[in-house]
């Protein structure tokens, strides 16, 4: 899923004494990195730690996505800086994405950085922290063709131990004339199939009970067996909808999701590939950013409005009951009133089940920065999200009353965050369903209702609902599996 978030990586009880205090901003691939700096970390001995007081290394990993994105980082960085004055052996790192941008003019523009290091060199980290101890400062912005990180466990931080993001590509080969991506994550590369199937095999084995498949742009995955190899597999290509029925093998209770699709790659076989399997959840994350073909062109997004229609139209008709979210851009170059409507009509047309929605925001150096003026003001920006957030939330709320009256098939992941008296988990839609855990139980449904823990999956039938979240009651206490 391609919405942004922020967070502290929380940890276990570290077994030492030097910490690491991470956070992380930007796309779930970032978290999903954050993770294997943790483990490369690991290796040096640092635990993980969410008291700053107690580092002895910061980490940031940043997101250029967006101006405010930037703005945010900054902010922290002032933060950490002010740390630092009292605690001059804190180290201070900055990684992602807007390290690879602005590469060493962050160690000259924020004063008291130790360590700027971009997504493709976080296997350089013990060499650059001896660096840095040594009394330098140091940079590795390298960006690698091939780079997957497919050997390094990730340390699972901040997990509910249910679900988990596994990065089955990196970079992107796309030229979208707004984003910042294929310059700070370089080019698109495929990793390994056996090494993701491993990596999800082994958070089975765990108790995790789903896993989500990240990429920029998945359903360009592609990965070629050399010949020479030792497995049965060996010529062979692994396009995205094998890699799907692969993953989906390792168990039918393991669900598995993904993001990001691309309207002008997203194909037949991977929606009858979805269609076979239960456990290939039933949600498309398909961004369409405008529904102006005229701008969709502007943006080189290589798809124009009808060809996006049809791509849903095929969704509806191989998958029925398939959720579709997306993301949209207000105000890019040149945007008129006429293509802010059709943007509108086609949200209209297809009454996405929720949607990330952006004022754009210029990125220097991509090709809209070179080519076309910022030209449509703050205020006008600011209207048309308004506007197109609206109707989304009038189509996020009319979507989950479809929900209402139906038995849903929920993975527990936890209490409510509003009350302890509930559960909350998601339905294979990717909506989220609260529901009280032992309110009103009878005798017999409690003592069933020992089973209702995070991990396991239960029936919910959904009574009402909000635009955000699906509220019901359980309907079978027993464990079920989808
Ligand atoms: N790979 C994904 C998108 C990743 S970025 C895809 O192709 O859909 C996540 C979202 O941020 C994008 O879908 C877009 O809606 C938004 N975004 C990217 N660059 C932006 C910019 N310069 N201004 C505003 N929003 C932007
Ligand atoms: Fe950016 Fe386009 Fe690549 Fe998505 S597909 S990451 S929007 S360049
Ligand atoms: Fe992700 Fe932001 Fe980078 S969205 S790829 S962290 S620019």
């Not at 060199?121 to 009394?135: C, F, I, R």
């Not at 067996?225 to 209770?253: C, E, M, N, Q, R």
Request: proline share 4%; net charge neutral.
């Amino acid at each position: 899923m391609s919405g942004q978030f922020s967070g502290i990586l929380k940890g276990g009880l570290p077994q030492t004494d030097k910490f690491l205090y991470m956070e992380s901003y930007g796309c779930q691939m970032n978290f999903s990195d954050s993770e294997i700096v943790a483990s490369v970390m690991a290796d040096l001995g640092y635990g993980v730690t969410d008291e700053l007081a107690r580092a002895d290394v910061v980490m940031i990993n940043t997101c250029s996505i967006r101006e405010n994105a930037e703005q945010k980082v900054r902010a922290r960085l002032q933060h950490f800086r002010s740390m630092k004055r009292h605690k001059p052996s804190m180290i201070i790192g900055v990684l992602g994405c807007m390290a690879e941008r602005l590469k060493s003019k962050l160690l000259e523009q924020e004063q008291l950085v130790d360590l700027v290091v971009g997504p493709d060199a976080y296997k350089d980290l013990p060499g650059l922290l001896e660096q840095v101890q040594g009394g330098q400062q140091a940079v590795n912005v390298l960006l690698s063709r091939e780079e997957t990180y497919a050997e390094i466990a990730p340390v699972r931080l901040g997990s509910n131990g249910v679900t988990a993001f596994v990065t089955i590509m990196r970079g992107c080969d796309n030229m979208c004339s707004f984003c910042v991506v294929p310059f700070t994550r370089g080019r698109e590369r495929s990793r390994d199939p056996h090494s993701i199937y491993k990596e999800c095999q082994e958070l089975w084995s765990q108790g995790y009970k789903e896993v989500t498949l990240l990429g920029q742009n998945v359903d360009s995955y592609r990965w070629q067996v050399p010949k020479a190899s030792a497995g049965k597999d060996a010529g062979l290509t692994y396009w995205f909808a094998d890699l799907l029925a692969y993953i989906a093998s390792i168990s039918p209770d393991l669900r598995v999701r993904f993001s990001t699709s691309h309207p002008k790659d997203i194909t037949d076989e991977v929606l009858h590939t979805m269609a076979r399997h239960n456990n290939l959840c039933k949600n498309i994350h398909l961004p369409v950013q405008s529904g102006s073909s005229k701008v969709l062109a502007r943006m080189n997004r290589t798809y124009d409005r009808p060809w996006y229609l049809q791509r849903v139209e095929a969704i509806r008709r191989i998958l029925p009951d398939c959720a579709i979210t997306t993301d949209i851009i207000v105000g890019f170059c040149g945007e008129t009133e006429e293509d802010h409507r059709e943007t509108l009509s086609l949200m209209e047309m297809v009454r996405f089940d929720s949607a990330y929605m952006f004022a754009y925001s210029e990125r220097p150096g991509t090709l809209a920065a070179r080519k076309y003026p910022d030209d449509v003001s703050e205020e006008i920006k600011k209207r048309r999200l308004a506007e197109v957030m609206a109707l989304q939330d009038q189509h996020s709320s009319e979507r989950n009353q479809e929900e209402e009256g139906q038995a849903h098939q929920v993975l527990i992941e936890g209490k409510s965050r509003r009350s302890d008296q509930d559960w909350c988990g998601r339905n294979s839609r990717n909506k989220m369903v609260v529901f009280p855990g032992h309110a009103n139980a009878s005798k017999d449904e409690l003592i069933a209702g020992i089973k209702m823990l995070p991990g396991t999956y239960v029936d919910v039938v959904v009574h009402c609902s909000t635009k955000a979240t699906l509220l019901g009651q359980v309907s079978k206490f027993e464990e079920v599996h989808i």
